[in-house]
T-cell receptor, first 112, second 113 residues
Framework: ETGVTQTPRHLVMGMTNKKSLKCEQH?????MYWYKQSAKKPLELMFV???????ENNSVPSRFSPECPNSSHLFLHLHTLQPEDSALYLC???????????FGPGTRLTVL | GENVEQHPSTLSVQEGDSAVIKCTYS??????FPWYKQELGKRPQLIID?????GEKKDQRIAVTLNKTAKHFSLHITETQPEDSAVYFC????????????FGAGTRLAVHP
C-alpha cells in the first residue's frame, strides 16, 4: 500500500487498558508526526520525529508514549487513558527538508 | 509560540459563488502557510501552500494571498462546487529540517446546489 497507513482504524479501550497505534509511511520520508484531532478544536501536534529522533513533545501527558524504531514506522503507546483522550489520532510524514505533510487516515479512539 | 486564528468557523455558499477563509498568525518568523482540505471521514490533504517570499499563488479555482505585514493569509475559492464542501484548515510554520505546523481551528464550508 502506498502513502501513509495507520492501524487500527478504530479502537475502543477502557481506562486501564494498554494499546498501541501504528503508523507506516511508504514515501521515503524522514520526519513523522502524531496529531490529535478533537471535535471543534484545531489539529494538535503531539510529537515530531526527525530521522528517528524525537524533536518535539508538545507537553503531551506521559500516558502517551511514542516510539520510532526507524524512519518508516511510528507508534503511539497508550496507557491509563482518560475519556477526554477520545479523539481521532492522525499520523503524518514529510521529507526532512520538505514542507508538505502527508496524513494517514487516522485511528478513531474511544476511551470508556 | 505560534498561534493561528481562523475565521469563519462555518461558511455556507451557493454553487458558483466565491468563498473566502481568513487566518491570522502571531509569529513573524513563520514562513510557510499551507491549506488543507478534510472531507468527512477522510484524512486532511494539502490543496495549496504559500511561502513568505510570495504574496499570492493560484491553482485553477483556488488562490491564497499572504500579507506578511499584517500577518494574515486567506484562501479564495471561486466558482464553488458541491464537492468543495469540506472542512478547511490553515496552518503556519517555520520550516527547516522538519515542519512544525500550527493549525487553525478549521472552517466548515457547505456549498449548496
Amino acid at each position: 500500500e502506498t502513502g501513509v497507513t495507520q492501524t487500527p482504524r478504530h479502537l475502543v479501550m477502557g481506562m486501564t487498558n494498554k494499546k498501541s497505534l501504528k503508523c507506516e509511511q511508504h514515501l521515503g520520508h524522514n520526519a513523522m508526526y502524531w496529531y490529535k484531532q478533537s471535535a471543534k478544536k484545531p489539529l494538535e501536534l503531539m510529537f515530531v520525529y526527525n530521522f528517528k529522533e524525537q524533536t518535539e513533545n508538545n507537553s503531551v501527558p506521559s500516558r502517551f508514549s511514542p516510539e520510532c524504531p526507524n524512519s518508516s514506522h511510528l507508534f503511539l503507546h497508550l496507557h491509563t487513558l482518560q475519556p477526554e483522550d477520545s479523539a481521532l489520532y492522525l499520523c503524518a510524514s514529510s521529507q526532512d527538508s520538505g514542507d508538505e505533510q502527508f496524513f494517514g487516515p487516522g485511528t478513531r479512539l474511544t476511551v470508556l | 509560540g505560534e498561534n493561528v486564528e481562523q475565521h469563519p468557523s462555518t461558511l455556507s455558499v451557493q454553487e458558483g459563488d466565491s468563498a473566502v477563509i481568513k487566518c491570522t498568525y502571531s509569529d513573524s518568523a513563520s514562513n510557510y502557510f499551507p491549506w488543507y482540505k478534510q472531507e468527512l471521514g477522510k484524512r486532511p490533504q494539502l490543496i495549496i501552500d504559500i511561502r513568505s517570499n510570495v504574496g499570492e499563488k493560484k491553482d485553477q479555482r483556488i488562490a491564497v494571498t499572504l500579507n506578511k505585514t499584517a500577518k494574515h493569509f486567506s484562501l479564495h475559492i471561486t466558482e464553488t462546487q458541491p464537492e468543495d464542501s469540506a472542512v478547511y484548515f490553515c496552518a503556519a510554520s517555520m520550516t527547516g529540517g522538519y515542519n512544525k505546523l500550527i493549525f487553525g481551528a478549521g472552517t466548515r464550508l457547505a456549498v449548496h446546489p
